[in-house]
């Protein structure tokens, strides 16, 4: 949330996405395109997983409609509008948004109390010569044992058993959605997003 327009227009702070489609906040909010980015997905499961199919269309497609010309095909996209004043409010990664308000920029953010969702870094062998997955195992040993610290010192979230991040990079909401993340399911949730807009 940049502080700034938000007392600048009077509007309050939300604590939940679906305070974002209140008609106050029109033309003032920012999100990705799941089309386009995965951090969009997150935001499709914390609607399902909060509000269900049904509600969440509407949730959805309500604030789809305050979007308006800031539906944003990079998943940091909405938070550079959030920075730059050209809106209120923004959906995106919480790492990013902690470290540009600790860098000083008008912002604040908000643990929505429909749930901070995480991608993990998943791998696949897909054309494979037999129907073991030694390969996809080794690449997955390697990402563990030589990448994850690097990749959680950018990404400062805390996935696996044993790793610990600072206070402020931890989520009040953390949660897990409820199916396994498959590319059925993301074509599922685009489609879902594709009919919120009509």
Sequence with gaps: MNTEV?????????TSIK???QPEFKGLVS????????????LVQAIIGQYGQEEGKTVLHDLIANVGPHLESSGSGPLKKVQAGEVAAG????HQAVKAKAAGAPIDYVDP?????SLTESLAVVDKKNATTDLAMKMAEVIIKDARKDLIANYPVALYKG???????????SLKFEKPLTVELLKEHQDFFKSAQE
């Design 6 to 14: 938000l007392k600048e227009k009077g509007l309050p702070m939300p």
């Design 19 to 21: 305070d974002l489609t």
């Design 31 to 42: 999100i990705p395109n799941i089309m386009d980015s995965s951090t969009a997905w997150l």
């Design 91 to 94: 959906f995106g990664l919480r």
């Design 113 to 117: 109390v429909e749930g901070n969702f």
């Design 163 to 173: 790793e610990s991040v600072e206070d402020v990079n931890k989520p009040a909401r």
